[in-house]
C-alpha cells in the first residue's frame, strides 16, 4: 500500500437519512458545521443524506419513491396541460 495517500483526520460522525429519520455512527473525514447529539450523550458532527440502506429500494426490496426538495411537483407545474 503507498504511503500519504490516505487521510489521517478519521473521526466519529453521524450520518442521518432525511427520508426516514434513521441515523447511525460511523467513522468519515467529511466535514460539517452542525452537530446533533448521539444516543451515547456526546456531540457528534452530523452529515444529512437522501437516500440510505435503510430506504434505497435496493436493500428495502420495495419501489418507493423520494421526492426531494419537490422536484415531482416542480416536474408536474412545469409540464401540466394548459386549459
Do not use: C
Amino acid at each position: 500500500m503507498q504511503k500519504g495517500i490516505h487521510p489521517e483526520s478519521y473521526r466519529f460522525v453521524v450520518f442521518k437519512d432525511m427520508s426516514n429519520g434513521t441515523s447511525f455512527l460511523s467513522k468519515s473525514t467529511t466535514y460539517s458545521k452542525e452537530t446533533i447529539q448521539w444516543e451515547d450523550g456526546k456531540e457528534y458532527p452530523v452529515i444529512k443524506l437522501e437516500i440510505s440502506n435503510t430506504s434505497h429500494p435496493f436493500y428495502t426490496g420495495k419501489n418507493v419513491l423520494v421526492d426531494t426538495a419537490g422536484r415531482i411537483d416542480k416536474f408536474k407545474k412545469r409540464y401540466a396541460k394548459k386549459d
